[in-house]
């Protein structure tokens, strides 16, 4: 049975693919050529704000003074569940060695970057969260410099809830700069900051495009594109739960897709008729925000069986996977790409983006087909090590010289050649491509 689209998107992430890229060059440019000066000249057409760019620790205590103490301690409870995920994940990788052949020991070492620049959207949401992931991460791997940016707000500065976040988690700066002048401050080592050696964070198109030209230059954690969720519902499946999921979901932006999935035309029908109230309840920010998504670029499939929405869901590769159906077990080993999968109505994709300690910094737009989201990992470079003795160096000299040859490198061959003919001399050895 072929899929059946009961609603089929009208508009795809690709479609507003304004052009930014222009814009986003010549202020990269103007910054690097002009240093601070440029970088605040954006920053006071941009972000209307000409107060202090890196917080000093009086403004850091000050703002951390206005952040409830309810909210200090919810703060605190993402950050100790996202540092505990992410020294799990840090565990994972170890340094090793390893005796290839007899005398020739070869290694990896983890090694984290020095300095991380940690993006955090301030704009018309205050993105307490993405402090918590990006900075908290960074910490954990072993970073020697975080920086935590965020956009100030006109008159205000950072929202302080940000500001605590970074705090607690561990940044050496906070700067209140936004936008791609703030991408690119980080990376230019303005202000005094180190040169980052990796930025990662959401942020909107022109930071996303920023970190895109800058690629190579810095790493970044990934190119993200509009957050997108899918959900694989069976008969089993709350119908109410369901629909308000994919409602949270599509307030992140008028152009967050988000899916449903379903063996179970009923269901699919039952979620439909529920969603359009849900949206109308929520608040006008959200929406608006809400309501063009669920028009323009939600989907709801119905399959023939699970494994037909498995493959669906396969082929969409969503930032976000949620599964409300029955042998949840069948679905965690069948389902291979996805950023984050969340088993059960007993999660939702809200608690991984606030508080359950996975990291909500994932891929997006298809990306989960070839790589997974933000960790420990990222901030740190796996770098490899050998070392052998002269007897067991004889036999990868032999075989490197002959390699060499037929590739036609003889450079490369003749640092062979010359320890073969140092180490064993008298001995004759047939090194030619053909031998």
């Not at 499939?301 to 869901?313: G, K, L, W």
Request: hydrophobic share 40%; aromatic share 6%; glycine share 8%.
């Amino acid at each position: 049975m072929a899929r059946n689209y009961l609603k089929k998107a009208k508009l795809t992430s690709k479609s507003d693919a304004s052009d930014v890229h222009d814009t986003v060059v010549k202020i990269l440019a103007d910054i690097e050529e002009g240093g601070d000066a440029a970088a605040l000249q954006y920053a006071a057409k941009f972000d209307n704000y000409d107060g202090n760019v890196l917080l000093t620790a009086e403004e850091i205590e000050a703002a951390c003074a206005l952040v409830p103490d309810r909210l200090k301690a919810d703060i605190q409870f993402a950050h100790d569940n996202v540092k505990r995920f992410a020294e799990m994940q840090k565990s994972t990788v170890a340094d090793v060695e390893y005796e290839v052949v007899p005398g020739l020991t070869a290694g990896q070492k983890a090694i984290p970057v020095d300095a991380a620049g940690c993006y955090a959207p301030g704009g018309r949401y205050s993105h307490v969260a993405s402090a918590i992931m990006t900075v908290t991460t960074a910490k954990v791997a072993g970073c020697k410099h975080i920086t935590a940016c965020s956009p100030p707000r006109p008159g205000v500065g950072i929202a302080p809830a940000i500001v605590y976040a970074a705090h607690i988690c561990g940044a050496d700066k906070i700067m209140a700069m936004g936008g791609v002048q703030g991408v690119a401050a980080m990376t230019f080592g303005l202000f005094g900051l180190p040169k980052a050696n990796i930025l990662v964070g959401p942020g909107n198109q022109f930071v996303a495009e920023a970190k895109r030209i800058l690629f190579g230059r810095v790493g970044i954690d990934m190119i993200a594109g509009p957050t997108d969720s899918l959900i694989l519902a069976d008969k089993s499946a709350d119908p109410h739960i369901v629909a308000t999921d994919l409602v949270s979901q599509a307030e992140h932006g008028y152009n967050s897709p988000v899916w449903l999935v379903t063996d179970t035309r009923a269901l699919a029908e039952d979620v439909m008729a529920r969603v359009p109230a849900l949206i109308e309840d929520l608040p006008e920010v959200n929406r608006e925000n809400a309501a063009a998504a669920w028009r323009d670029y939600a989907e709801v499939i119905v399959c023939s069986d699970r494994e037909e929405m498995a493959a669906t869901s396969d082929d969409y590769a969503p930032e976000h996977l949620t599964v409300q159906a029955d042998d949840l077990e069948w679905w965690l080993d069948r389902l291979t790409c996805y950023g984050s999968l969340f088993l059960g109505e007993e999660t939702t994709v809200s608690y991984g983006d606030k508080a359950a300690g996975t990291n909500h910094v994932l891929p997006t737009s298809g990306a989960a087909n070839y790589t997974g989201g933000l960790s420990v990992h990222k901030y740190m470079k796996i770098v490899t090590w050998q070392r052998a003795t002269r007897e067991g160096s004889k036999p990868v000299a032999e075989a490197t010289a002959r390699i060499s040859r037929l590739e036609g490198m003889e450079g490369h061959a003749r640092a062979a050649d010359v320890r073969l003919a140092k180490y064993f001399p008298g001995e004759t050895f047939d090194l030619t491509a053909n031998g």
